[in-house]
């Protein structure tokens, strides 16, 4: 008798248990990690494809799967690649002096043709047809999409000038 | 017992080489020939010029303004003619070029328009202001804020109290000081001004103790001003710090992050009191300053009223030019000041000084390693922990750096002063802040981005979905019109 309650107790529990987990697995499913979602809304969203992948998103999964470091994306720069750090509790090595480029159009030579208008992802570009066309320097992410798309071959992408208020003091060089 | 006479916590007392221009008379520099203004201002704004090259120019013409009040517009500081605008080495360590105007000069010291002088008492608060942002004034201190737009905040913020800095804490610096015993009446109408465009009570000079010929100056000044009152204050390095300053006279300290208006109270400068009187009783712009020539290499030190834009090298060489080698020259104190990268550089409205140091008055540049003394901790005026900071610095842990306050900081250099192993903390801090500043702005202008992006898919869907909507318009409406245009078409 004791041996068929304990053989009935243990296979409702075991049964009742399969049945709840197989229920949890169904309707609390994670699409994915969450954290994809938090990066991608961090980066800047112009699918340049800079960091080799095809677009943001698909640079989001890789950064939170450790196969593509935080500081892979040029138009997030240093302050993208420290939050994401954040995000994923990884340590950052940025010593090294990173440069902005931005898209520069030799203006003399522009023929009007509105594809580096037409590229930019962020709206850098202003132009019309026929007319000359020149970059927003605050603006330009530096994304290299709009010198692929130059036939003419007067856009080029050039490191930003220091201003006064941009420069930073070096880090002392002390033995 | 020491330290409760102690006006605040930490500070140094540096050595303090003010009888090199203390006693001597404010000289005017002899016109220059030629004027360099900077179109583009410390905290980036850029300004666009309203005069065409070759054009002339009288003293005290609008020459340039930019978009908003931050943006403080320029005058010509004398009469002649906008010879070009090119680009020129600025007054900045890096000795970086920025877009100036050059002025020629043809020596006329007269002022272009001759207003009739002008009773505050008839004006509104909002009018003096007015007054104020024309005339293009800047805190002389040498943060060089604009005025108007912190007179106009204050009297937002319902400031209580005026307290006018005339601290000079900075070494070799006595512009502040030979102002005071000079022109006291004109600083106390410039505060009495200040004093109704925010609406204030009470308005406090505050001297250091060590200027006791400037104190009795300014007490003669408001001898019939019950609103005006005068303190004297130890003199103690930074004492001239707007925290330190209201700590020093009210007891009270400004919360950190915040700012003095959260306890009621404007702090401005001696200087500026006065270029607000000038600026309101004359109309007359803010067009030159008085700058402190000084530093052992200078065989004259004395103060100069300089017109804004003024080569460095003719400052020296008005005070008989240099006797030995300069090792450094500096703009602004020792202490704060920035190291310019040649003598052939404009001054601007925030510098206060010159200083043309030797060798011997240089601290030796080789640093050691940290030996955790703890001097830098005494010597923080913000109480802060300058040897934990810069180590955090020195690894790049910028969010560690800033956990230990770096926020804070004020950047004077008392620990680096202090310092027994020599090690440039100060530069630390200023390369950490750069960074951080830096990263906001990156995560400013990528969020800028992000939404141009957003804007531009949502744009070129709109504009897809119209074409759409025109096609099928003209699709339904058009089939007779088609084909009469098509049969047109066969006949020709």
Same mark, same amino acid.
């Given at each position: 008798m004791m041996i068929v309650l304990s053989l009935l107790a243990l296979t409702l529990l075991g049964a009742s248990l399969g049945g709840a987990l197989g229920w949890a697995s169904k309707t609390l499913k994670v699409e994915g990690d969450p954290r994809v979602d938090e990066i991608e809304a961090m980066l800047? =969203?112009? %699918? +340049?494809g800079q960091c080799g992948e095809p677009g943001c998103r698909q640079a989001a999964e890789k950064m939170v799967s450790g196969s593509l470091s935080p500081n892979c994306c040029p138009p997030g720069g240093k302050g993208l690649a420290a939050s994401v750090a954040e995000l994923l509790g990884i340590s950052l090595n940025d010593d090294g002096e990173q440069v902005t480029m931005i898209a520069v159009i030799d203006e003399s030579n522009?023929? =009007? +043709?509105?594809r580096c208008f037409k590229a930019c992802p962020f709206d850098a570009i202003v132009g019309a047809s026929k007319q000359m066309h020149t970059v927003i320097s605050q603006v330009c992410t530096g994304c290299n999409l709009c010198a692929k798309a130059c036939p003419q071959g007067c856009l080029t992408m050039q490191p930003q000038a220091v201003q006064p208020h941009t420069w930073n003091w070096p880090k002392p060089q002390v033995a | 017992m020491f330290l409760s006479a102690r006006p605040f916590a930490g500070g140094i007392h540096p050595k303090g080489f003010k009888e090199l221009t203390e006693d001597k008379y404010i000289d005017r520099l002899d016109s220059p020939d030629h004027l360099y203004l900077n179109l583009q201002q410390r905290n980036g704004a850029k300004l666009v010029s309203l005069v065409e090259v070759g054009e002339t120019v009288f003293k005290g013409q609008l020459l340039a303004k930019g978009s908003s009040d931050m943006a403080v517009p320029l005058h010509s500081p004398v009469n002649g003619k906008l010879e070009a605008i090119k680009e020129v080495t600025s007054p900045h360590p890096a000795g970086l070029k920025t877009s100036c105007m050059v002025l020629s000069n043809n020596g006329d010291p007269r002022w272009g328009e001759d207003h009739r002088p002008c009773?505050?008492? %008839?004006?509104t608060p909002e009018q003096i202001i007015q007054k104020v942002l024309d005339a293009g004034i800047v805190g002389l201190g040498g943060a060089a804020f604009p005025t108007g737009v912190k007179l106009r905040l204050a009297r937002q913020a319902k400031v209580h109290t005026l307290l006018i800095n005339g601290g000079e804490c900075e070494p070799y610096l006595t512009c502040d000081d030979r102002l005071m015993r000079e022109q006291a009446a004109e600083i106390v109408s410039g505060v009495q001004m200040m004093l109704k465009a925010l609406g204030a009570q009470q308005a406090i000079i505050a001297v250091e103790d060590n200027k006791g010929e400037a104190i009795a100056m300014m007490a003669d000044a408001i001898a019939e001003l019950p609103q005006i009152s005068l303190k004297s204050v130890p003199s103690l390095y930074p004492m001239g710090s707007e925290r330190h300053l209201i700590k020093a006279v009210t007891g009270e300290m400004v919360p950190p992050g915040q700012l003095s208006t959260k306890l009621g109270i404007l702090v401005n400068n001696v200087a500026t009191a006065r270029a607000v009187f000038h600026a309101v009783r004359f109309s007359r712009p803010l067009i030159e300053r008085v700058i402190t020539v000084s =530093? #052992? #290499?200078?065989?004259e030190p004395g103060n100069l009223v300089v017109p804004i834009g003024t080569l460095v090298s003719q400052l020296i060489a008005q005070r008989g030019g240099l006797k030995v080698d300069a090792a450094r020259l500096v703009a602004g104190g020792p202490m704060m000041g920035q190291a310019l990268p040649s003598p052939f550089v404009p001054t601007d409205k925030s510098i206060g000084g010159v200083l043309a140091l030797t060798e011997s008055e240089l601290r030796q540049e080789q640093s050691h390693a940290c030996v955790r003394c703890g001097s830098c901790v005494e010597a923080c005026p913000m109480g802060l922990m300058p040897f934990q900071m810069a180590a955090y610095s020195r690894v790049s842990d910028w969010p560690q750096a800033q956990h230990f306050g770096l926020d804070n900081c004020l950047l004077c250099g008392a620990c680096s002063y202090v310092c027994p192993s020599k090690i440039p903390l100060v530069q630390y801090f200023q390369h950490a802040r750069g960074n951080l500043n830096a990263q906001r702005s990156m995560r400013q202008k990528s969020a800028h981005a992000r939404e141009l992006t957003q804007a531009r898919q949502l744009r070129l869907a709109k504009e897809a979905e119209a074409k759409k909507a025109a096609k099928a318009a003209k699709a339904s409406k058009r089939k007779r019109p088609a084909r009469r245009r098509a049969a047109s078409g066969g006949e020709e």
């Open positions: 800047p =969203g112009g %699918q +340049c522009c023929s =009007g +043709c509105t | 009773d505050f008492r %008839q004006l =530093g #052992a #290499a200078v065989e």
